[in-house]
T-cell receptor, first 112, second 111 residues
C-alpha cells in the first residue's frame, strides 16, 4: 500500500518563523502536491510538482515555497509564518495522469 | 480557472436512508471527477470517480452520475450506515495535474 508520510502531526510556531513541512512517499510517484484544508473552504492547492526540481503554483501560493530535490520528498516552506497560515496541511502523491491521489495524515499547524 | 461548488454543506440522514451530494463545475473542458471521503481525524481517500465519457458509475452502495450539459455531478449513497458518516469532497480536473476540490459536505448518519 502507498505510504505518504508527513513529518509532524501537530506543529506550533511563532509569527515570523520560517517553517518547514516535510512529506515523503514510498511508491515512486512522479506527482506530489501540497494542499491546505480549512473548514468551509475544502482543499486548496498550494503547489505541486511533477518531477524532481520541477514545481508549479497552485491556487494559493502566496507566502509559500516548495522544494523537491529528490523524487520521494516534497517540502513546503513558509518563509515567514503568519497567523492566517494556521491550518491543516495535507501532502499527496499520484502517478502521472492524476488518476488517484494518496494523501498523508496531515500536519495541523498553529501560528501564534 | 475551474470552480467547483458543492451542496449541501451538511447533511443528516437516518440510517438506511439515501444521501445525495451535488457538485457543479464551471469549465466544460473538465474531464475527470473524483469523490473523496475523509473520516474524522483521518486522511481523505478516493471512493469513486467518473470520467467525462461516462454518465454513471456504481460501486456497491455508492454511485456517481455526471451531466455534462448541465455541468454537474452527484454522489449517491444508498442504505446509509453509521460508518458512512464523514466529510465528502468532490473534485474536477480541468487539465494536466490540477484537481479543484469542492468545499466539502459533512454527512451524519443517525442510528
Amino acid at each position: 500500500d502507498v505510504k505518504v508520510t508527513q513529518s509532524s502531526r501537530y506543529l506550533v510556531k511563532r509569527t515570523g518563523e520560517k517553517v518547514f513541512l516535510e512529506c515523503v512517499q514510498d511508491m515512486d510517484h512522479e506527482n506530489m502536491f501540497w494542499y491546505r484544508q480549512d473548514p468551509g473552504l475544502g482543499l486548496r492547492l498550494i503547489y505541486f510538482s511533477y518531477d524532481v526540481k520541477m514545481k508549479e503554483k497552485g491556487d494559493i501560493p502566496e507566502g509559500y515555497s516548495v522544494s523537491r530535490e529528490k523524487k520521494e520528498r516534497f517540502s513546503l516552506i513558509l518563509e515567514s509564518a503568519s497567523t492566517n497560515q494556521t491550518s491543516m496541511y495535507l501532502c499527496a502523491s499520484s502517478l502521472p495522469g492524476l488518476e488517484k491521489l494518496f494523501f498523508g495524515s496531515g500536519t495541523q499547524l498553529s501560528v501564534l | 480557472g475551474e470552480n467547483v461548488e458543492q451542496h449541501p454543506s451538511t447533511l443528516s440522514v437516518q440510517e438506511g436512508d439515501s444521501a445525495v451530494i451535488k457538485c457543479t463545475y464551471s469549465d466544460s473542458a473538465s474531464n475527470y471527477f473524483p469523490w473523496y471521503k475523509q473520516e474524522l481525524g483521518k486522511r481523505p481517500q478516493l471512493i469513486i470517480d467518473i470520467r467525462s465519457n461516462v454518465g454513471e458509475k456504481k460501486d456497491q452502495r455508492i454511485a456517481v452520475t455526471l451531466n455534462k450539459t448541465a455541468k454537474h455531478f452527484s454522489l449517491h449513497i444508498t442504505e446509509t450506515q453509521p460508518e458512512d458518516s464523514a466529510v465528502y469532497f468532490c473534485a474536477a480536473r480541468l487539465y494536466g495535474n490540477k484537481l479543484v476540490f469542492g468545499a466539502g459536505t459533512i454527512l451524519r448518519v443517525k442510528s
